[in-house]
């Protein structure tokens, strides 16, 4: 039963330390960071491995699971609260890690893309390039086939390269080791959508999909391989979860019609999710669109998808979604970054998790939807922790 109703002196005694200040604070507590970690270690029933697997397939866990990401002005207000020293990975006790390719040995040769340009950072893969803005860590796109017209001048670009050994080897020796510290391991294998755009530009993209599409399909097709490749290699490694996804939602609905994302993502999306699942049939797979993607969910669970991500509850009402998608889906993400976690007061981030519990778990995965943004406070980001400690421990 969920902390709040009938409760196991485990959700109580957490309730307490809640509720009479004990634990995560304005700053760190007398006992440190060391003393709050064996408490969690001696009172969990479940490793984070074995939660956020048995989160993911919609079965019982010990505690809903939680993670979180910050963008670099919120990572410095952590920093100041715990200390440098302090990892908040442990200090709140997050469940999942991550791993990924390495970079290349060198970056590809882009700079006749950029003409009389050194403003521009450029991506040592795709090639897709950022200058720096003046806000935070916004940046403008500049995007290096811009103006490719024709199918030769795509083939000559300087795609990259995944295959060598040295960018994949180490995966499975990285995956053993954390897998061993008890976490849960999931590797993202890559946009397709997103880095075409990218590299396109954005309104050209969407455009040629109805106007010129065999532009943009040379270019989704060429990172599908990449993608593919990466997904198996990851699977390979014996991760616990696939991520994939890319941004095909706006506030309240689709970038584009339905009928559009079928006919040029969709089968992109299957064949990756098939190269994973070719390795390891039971891989659960978890894909990420921001706004509402309602038209396509049942498109994303056809081709393999397990865990939706960020179920955004500007966009999407919770209740809705877990009613119709609860019985097939896992649901990682659903509190708000944009309302909630910025301009909400901690009573309210703890009653969108108390929400959110309810509604979902234990198919649940707790994270705000998105990297928290400057205007989120420390006290937020703590109610986001307590809560869960409130309201998501189960009894076994």
């Known amino acids: 039963m969920v902390g709040g109703g009938q409760m196991g002196w485990l959700a109580l005694v957490r309730l307490l330390r809640a509720r009479l200040g004990w634990g995560f604070g304005g700053a760190l507590d007398t006992q440190g960071v060391a003393g709050h970690n064996a408490r969690v270690r001696e009172e969990r029933a479940m490793t984070s ?23 670099p002005a919120v990572w410095e207000v952590v920093r100041a609260r715990l200390g440098p020293d302090v990892s908040p990975h442990e200090y709140f006790g997050w469940d999942t890690r991550e791993i990924g390719f390495r970079g290349p040995a060198a970056p590809g040769e882009f700079a006749a893309y950029y003409p009389g340009r050194t403003d521009v950072q450029i991506n040592p893969d795709y090639g897709t390039g950022e200058v720096p803005g003046t806000f935070h860590h916004f940046a403008a796109k500049v995007f290096p086939l811009a103006r490719a017209t024709t199918l030769a001048e795509l083939e000559a670009y300087p795609w990259p390269d995944f295959t060598p050994p040295e960018r994949w080897q180490h995966l499975a020796a990285q995956t053993a080791e954390l897998q061993a510290q008890g976490y849960h391991v999931s590797a993202f294998a890559g946009h397709i959508w997103e880095t075409g755009w990218q590299i396109l530009g954005y309104e050209r993209t969407l455009a040629d999909l109805v106007l010129n599409p065999e532009i943009p399909a040379f270019v989704l097709n060429r990172i599908c391989e990449d993608n593919c490749f990466k997904a198996a290699r990851m699977a390979e490694a014996g991760i616990d979860m696939l991520r994939l996804g890319d941004d095909v939602g706006m506030q309240d609905r689709l970038v584009m019609r339905p009928e559009t994302w079928r006919a040029a993502l969709k089968p992109l999306l299957a064949r990756v999710i098939a190269a994973a699942r070719a390795v390891n049939p039971e891989l659960p797979v978890w894909y990420h669109s921001d706004g509402d993607i309602r038209p396509i ?17 500007e966009s999407m009402d919770l209740a809705e979604i877990a009613a119709r998608y609860g019985d097939r889906l896992c649901f990682w993400g659903c509190i708000g970054t944009q309302q909630v976690m910025p301009w909400g007061k901690p009573a309210d981030v703890r009653a969108a998790v108390h929400r959110a519990i309810e509604l979902m778990a234990p198919g649940l995965v707790l994270a705000p939807t998105h990297v928290l943004e400057p205007e989120v406070p420390w006290e937020n980001i703590v109610a986001f922790h307590e809560a869960i400690d409130e309201f998501g421990v189960f009894e076994r």
């Open 49 to 71: 491995r074995e939660r956020v697997n048995a989160a993911v397939r919609r079965r019982p866990v010990d505690r809903v699971p939680k993670e979180m990401s910050f963008t």
């Open 297 to 313: 969910i049942e498109d994303l669970i056809e081709v393999g998808v397990t865990v939706l991500n960020p179920v955004q509850p």
